[in-house]
């Protein structure tokens, strides 16, 4: 117990479970003086259910992998390769969290500061043919997506791969 909170539950004699667990309800309440988060542990150490289980482990619904260029880049080799790190990068993340997606969103832009430079920003929603977290067939999609998009002339500053 290093912080500040913990030197004042000490102070009022509540720095270990079992005091905490038995503080008095008369006294005012935990919240005020510490925190709602304080207040439901205490709740949990009296065996009253405050905290959902399945709430703390929901897997995540949306993952992105997103980059800005130190530099703006017209080359679409450029952009292709950044696709490609972001649609890997998606990927192990996919494989980390034990997830699978079935669509992603590939999106470029330049950069909208730039106000004598002409802007463009665009984005592509693509369905994978099946829920997977395969990089190789991420990527794959991702670049279709990149083909639809990508155009010509500008200097793009942002590159982004969203998955569901």
């Not at 309800?25 to 919240?31: C, G, L, T, W």
């Not at 969103?105 to 500061?113: A, E, G, H, L």
Request: aromatic share 6%; net charge positive; with cysteine.
């Amino acid at each position: 117990m290093g912080s500040r909170r913990a030197h004042r539950q000490e102070a009022r004699g509540l720095g270990y479970p079992v005091r905490l667990r038995s503080a008095n309800d008369r006294s005012p309440p935990i919240a005020p003086r510490f925190s709602v988060v304080l207040e439901r542990i205490v709740w949990e150490l009296r065996g009253r259910d405050c905290i959902q289980i399945d709430e703390m482990a929901a897997p995540r619904k949306k993952l992105m992998t997103s980059r800005s260029f130190g530099r703006a880049t017209g080359s679409r080799q450029d952009l292709r390769e950044a696709i490609c790190q972001h649609a890997t990068r998606g990927g192990e993340k996919l494989r980390g969290q034990g997830s699978l997606t079935s669509a992603l969103v590939v999106f470029i832009q330049t950069n909208p500061f730039r106000e004598g430079q002409p802007q463009y920003a665009q984005s592509a929603l693509l369905h994978l043919p099946q829920p997977t977290d395969d990089s190789r067939a991420i990527i794959r999609t991702a670049l279709q997506g990149l083909d639809v998009i990508y155009r010509p002339g500008y200097d793009y500053q942002r590159v982004r791969r969203d998955a569901d």
